[in-house]
């Protein structure tokens, strides 16, 4: 990266939103950079191609980053750019549990709704680690999913006292993302909606 000395530069007055202290913003009356910062992760964004170099060439001088080029994965989320905008997925997150699991191995299901059956096993399920993980694990889906929320919330009432119904529910919601797990949300480009 090639960059100018810019000791006399003051410093980039960035804020940072009032309920992310990860997420920071410099917005100008006809331009806003976007900067993203996760452990030693960074994502920098925005409609600024003149600002965004310099941000770049300032945080080198400080921290010594490497550029890697557009996004396309960032903390188990894939970024597909498409013509008509951008969409986040979990596809290799979903598909790596799903082995896990072993649900790979059984049909998938067609409706995410956890049947009223898996109420009806009260046998203690004896590894409730398990079935923590895997609610937990679930609950991350949710942030490309949000369809399954629902259920993911349903589950999560039963981290104290489950049972094997609790258990096969759990897996149940994880058939269901095995039904197309490359499943995400859209964010279309277009300024209508």
Same mark, same amino acid.
């Given at each position: 990266?090639?960059?100018?000395?810019?000791r006399h530069t003051r410093?980039?007055?960035?804020? =940072?939103?009032? &309920?992310?202290?990860?997420?920071?913003?410099?917005?100008?009356?006809?331009?806003?950079?976007?900067?993203?910062? +996760?452990?030693?992760?960074?994502?920098?964004?925005?409609?600024?191609?003149?600002?965004?170099?310099?941000?770049?060439?300032?945080?080198?001088?400080?921290?010594?980053?490497?550029?890697?080029?557009?996004? /396309? +994965?960032?903390?188990?989320?894939?970024?597909?750019?498409? %013509?008509?905008?951008?969409?986040?997925?979990?596809?290799?997150?979903?598909?790596?549990?799903?082995?896990? *699991?072993?649900?790979?191995?059984?049909?998938?299901?067609?409706?995410?709704?956890?049947?009223?059956?898996?109420?009806?096993?009260?046998?203690?399920?004896?590894?409730? %680690?398990?079935?923590?993980?895997?609610?937990?694990?679930? &609950? @991350?889906?949710?942030?490309?999913?949000? *369809?399954?929320? @629902? =259920?993911?919330?349903?589950?999560?009432?039963?981290?104290?006292?489950?049972?094997?119904?609790?258990?096969?529910?759990?897996?149940?919601?994880?058939? @269901?993302?095995?039904?197309?797990?490359?499943?995400?949300?859209?964010?279309? /480009?277009?300024?209508d909606f």
């Amino acid at each position: 990266m090639v960059c100018k000395a810019f000791r006399h530069t003051r410093l980039y007055w960035f804020y =940072s939103f009032q &309920n992310d202290d990860s997420l920071f913003y410099k917005l100008q009356p006809k331009s806003r950079v976007i900067l993203v910062v +996760y452990v030693d992760d960074i994502v920098i964004t925005g409609n600024e191609s003149a600002e965004i170099p310099k941000l770049k060439c300032f945080l080198d001088q400080q921290f010594k980053i490497k550029h890697l080029g557009a996004l /396309n +994965y960032f903390l188990g989320m894939e970024v597909l750019q498409v %013509t008509d905008g951008v969409v986040l997925t979990h596809r290799k997150f979903a598909q790596d549990l799903i082995a896990k *699991y072993q649900c790979d191995t059984l049909p998938p299901v067609t409706c995410h709704q956890l049947p009223s059956t898996y109420a009806a096993d009260s046998t203690v399920f004896a590894d409730a %680690t398990t079935y923590r993980k895997l609610v937990g694990k679930l &609950n @991350y889906l949710t942030k490309t999913r949000p *369809y399954l929320s @629902y =259920s993911v919330q349903y589950l999560s009432q039963f981290l104290q006292a489950l049972t094997q119904g609790h258990m096969a529910a759990a897996l149940h919601t994880l058939r @269901y993302v095995n039904k197309d797990s490359s499943q995400g949300l859209f964010f279309n /480009n277009k300024n209508d909606f």
